[in-house]
C-alpha cells in the first residue's frame, strides 16, 4: 500500500520560513520523481497548483515562477522523503500543500496546511 504522509506545516508570519516533509512507503522511491503542490483555501475548484519538482535522482529540480528563489525542494532517497524548504513566505503562500510521487502512475498525500499571517 502506497502512503505519502506530509508533516511541517504551521502557522509563521510574512517573511518567516517552514519546513515540510513527505515521507513516503510502498513505493520505489529513488524511481519517484516528487513534486509539492498547493491549493488556496480560496482557488475556485478542486485544481492544484503545482509548486516544484525534483527527479529521481535529485539532479533537476524546476520551480514555479511564483517560488522561485524562495523554496527549495530536495529529497533523500535512503529515507524515502522529500523536502520542501520555504523561506521568504508570503501571504498568498497561504494554502494547502501536498507532496505528488510520479512512479509514474501519480500517488497524494493528505496535504499539510500553511498559513501565512501578516
Known amino acids: 500500500q502506497v502512503q505519502l504522509v506530509e508533516s511541517g506545516g504551521g502557522l509563521v508570519q510574512v517573511g518567516g520560513s517552514l519546513r515540510l516533509s513527505c515521507v513516503t512507503s510502498g513505493l520505489t522511491f529513488r524511481k519517484s520523481a516528487m513534486s509539492w503542490y498547493r491549493q488556496a483555501p480560496q482557488a475556485p475548484g478542486p485544481e492544484r497548483d503545482w509548486?516544484?519538482?525534483?527527479?529521481?535522482?535529485?539532479?533537476?529540480?524546476t520551480y514555479a515562477d511564483s517560488v522561485l528563489g524562495r523554496f527549495r525542494i530536495s529529497r533523500d532517497n535512503r529515507k524515502n522523503t522529500v523536502y520542501l524548504q520555504m523561506d521568504g513566505l508570503k501571504l498568498e503562500d497561504t494554502a494547502a500543500y501536498y507532496c505528488k510521487a510520479s512512479t509514474p502512475v501519480d500517488y497524494w498525500g493528505q496535504g499539510t496546511q500553511v498559513t501565512v499571517s501578516s
Open positions: 509548486v516544484a519538482t525534483i527527479a529521481s535522482d535529485g539532479g533537476t529540480s
